[in-house]
């Protein structure tokens, strides 16, 4: 391979390849870059020529791969006598300063980072794990920039699991753009105040509702940061609560009541209570109506689920404070513990339903965004560093 058949493939302004070494292995090639004639250098600081050199000397940098062959730069790196800067190392456009690696280098390694574990990327390119997880990491951090708060109205806030073991992550998304905009440590009142004590007065004020589960920490941190932001509790979550608290206990009081064959139907009825009428096929079906004739307190639990769903299909807050009332009143009724205990929970946070009526949100977006958390963690095989991960988390939704 001669000199001028692999100039097209460093067109770096001026300095040219001159010679190229490859090892005996054939696995790595060191070109030499000389600076062309007549271009003196420029300083790294403020990038005007100087006529002065202090000193020679050479670094080298890795470059893109030529096919499977790993190739390394010997660039020339002077020394100049700036008038205004001092003395100072020769800037190249193709080479950041202090870096070990072109520019264009870093790039690739960047946007394969954004599809690949960095383990393979690594693996790619001959780097080692550490030094593609600090390039991805500056990437991330160009990419996300400054966080921005601003124009924020209608937010949704839930937790996302990181490890076994209750460890948590909250994620603040922002339902009118889709964006992902904070990722913060644990589930607490204090992970909100630090949320919302990055953001100015201003943009506190300018926001109108606030879709979340039931948490008390949440609530709270709501409450003394937000407080004229509306509350909407998330659908889901309060069925998913009504069914652990309500049918699961139900259930298990009932199976402890009875024995042999009975016993074991209501056991392993739990995906039949749970799971909406709808996605039941025949059999099932069959099944369920067969537990709900001859089981009393279940058929109760099962039938107010329903009901309880259909809270939120309300536009008018006063006919759905009437509903929620309605409900309430059978649950009192119907004289089983775990109802009732629920029932008053609801009446004590009743503001959150009749707000759906003004803000129809919910964390279901959310939710579909955790799924996918999930796999960008999986895809990893897990985070050695939490602010990376986040980083990771934030960029993967900038534009839903």
């Not at 001959?126 to 601003?150: A, F, M, N």
């Not at 889901?236 to 009541?257: M, P």
């Not at 929620?324 to 009143?329: G, K, P, T």
């Amino acid at each position: 391979m001669s000199a001028p058949s692999i100039a097209p493939y460093y067109p770096f302004a001026g300095v040219s390849p001159v010679e190229q070494e490859l090892n005996a292995s054939g696995s790595e090639v060191t070109i030499r870059l000389e600076a062309d004639d007549g271009v003196w250098p420029a300083c790294s600081n403020c990038g005007q020529r100087s006529f002065l050199v202090h000193s020679y000397g050479r670094r080298r940098v890795r470059d893109m791969n030529l096919a499977q062959v790993a190739v390394w730069l010997d660039v020339p790196r002077r020394k100049v006598r700036c008038a205004d800067c001092g003395v100072r190392v020769e800037a190249h456009e193709f080479l950041a300063p202090h870096r070990r690696m072109t520019k264009r280098m870093e790039r690739a390694v960047g946007d394969l980072c954004r599809v690949l574990p960095i383990k393979h990327v690594a693996a790619h390119f001959g780097l080692s794990w550490h030094t593609v997880r600090e390039i991805d990491e500056r990437r991330l951090r160009d990419q996300l920039g400054t966080p921005c708060y601003d124009g924020l109205k209608r937010l949704a806030i839930d937790e996302v699991a990181v490890r076994k073991g209750h460890d948590y992550m909250t994620i603040v998304l922002d339902l009118e753009t889709g964006r992902i905009v904070w990722v913060g440590d644990g589930r607490y009142e204090s992970t909100l105040s630090d949320f919302f004590s990055e953001m100015t007065e201003a943009q506190r004020a300018s926001i109108e509702a606030v879709a979340v589960d039931m948490s008390p920490p949440y609530r709270h941190g709501l409450n003394i940061w937000v407080p004229q932001a509306a509350v909407v509790y998330d659908f889901f979550h309060l069925v998913a609560k009504y069914g652990t608290e309500v049918i699961d206990v139900i259930r298990s009081q009932q199976v402890r009541r009875h024995t042999g064959p009975d016993r074991k139907f209501i056991k392993g009825s739990r995906f039949l209570l749970l799971r909406n009428a709808g996605n039941l096929d025949a059999g099932q079906r069959t099944r369920l109506q067969a537990l709900l004739t001859v089981n009393e307190p279940l058929a109760i639990a099962y039938v107010l689920k329903d009901q309880l769903k259909k809270l939120w299909t309300y536009k008018s807050e006063g006919w759905a404070q009437r509903a929620v009332l309605q409900w309430a009143a059978l649950a009192f009724d119907s004289g089983l513990p775990p109802l009732i205990r629920f029932a008053r929970g609801l009446l004590r946070h009743v503001d959150g339903i009749l707000n759906h009526c003004r803000y129809p949100i919910h964390t279901g977006r959310l939710e579909g965004m955790n799924n996918k958390v999930k796999v960008i963690k999986r895809q990893a095989y897990g985070f050695r560093d939490r602010e990376y991960f986040k980083l990771k988390i934030k960029a993967a939704f900038q534009s839903c």
